[in-house]
């Protein structure tokens, strides 16, 4: 079953822009014959039949809406399509929005391209052994070169290098306390930015 759905904006922003609109679908064979050995591997935390397909239109930066696709546990996606909802509605602008399949579920290949993406069978950055929240489906990654991963070896993806500093605000980052902040923590998302020993600025995650 593919659940539907979508509302009208306030009127103000209706005029300008299409009505935001989402859907949640197991994910089709097609879909799942494309992950399996790619994103999603036999030993993977969650099985297939745990995950959803998500698509949500969402403001892009040449400001025209866009359908981009997520794949997430099925628990986070009627809460996934409520935050990209609030995310539509401030107009925060989004690169492109790919399953990361698309990159051979290359997480380095993903963030250069400024790809928001969710599900990623992969271990936590650098700590081999330890499954990323990403492996569970339960973890999205907004806009990577505009909110890199800041660590004291270096930055991730390299061409986030100029988001470094975060005084220099510009549109698609990401801030404590902002709109996009909220969307997220108002359900029970929390983000990498927040984090003392490293920051990761793209990252919002369900613990």
Not at 58 to 74: A, N, P, S
Request: proline share 6%; aromatic share 14%.
């Amino acid at each position: 079953a593919i659940l539907l759905g979508g509302a009208p904006l306030a009127p103000s922003a209706a005029a300008t822009r299409p009505d935001y609109r989402f859907t949640i679908e197991r994910l089709p064979d097609g879909i799942r014959r494309w992950m399996n050995g790619v994103s999603w591997r036999p030993g993977c935390p969650v099985p297939l039949r745990d995950l959803r397909l998500v698509k949500v239109r969402y403001w892009g930066f040449d400001r025209e809406g866009h359908m981009g696709r997520l794949v997430v546990h099925e628990d986070v996606a009627r809460r996934i399509t409520r935050i990209f909802r609030r995310l539509y509605e401030i107009s925060f602008p989004i690169r492109r929005m790919r399953l990361v399949d698309y990159y051979g579920a290359d997480d380095t290949r993903s963030m250069e391209h400024d790809n928001t993406s969710a599900f990623n069978c992969r271990w936590r950055a650098g700590q081999p052994g330890v499954w990323s929240q990403h492996a569970y489906g339960r973890a999205i990654d907004v806009n990577p070169r505009e909110n890199p991963y800041v660590w004291s070896g270096g930055v991730s993806p390299r061409n986030g290098a100029p988001y470094v500093d975060r005084s220099d605000r510009r549109r698609g980052m990401i801030y404590h306390g902002d709109r996009v902040w909220w969307a997220f923590r108002n359900r029970g998302w929390e983000w990498g930015g927040d984090w003392n020993s490293v920051k990761d600025y793209q990252h919002f995650s369900r613990n």
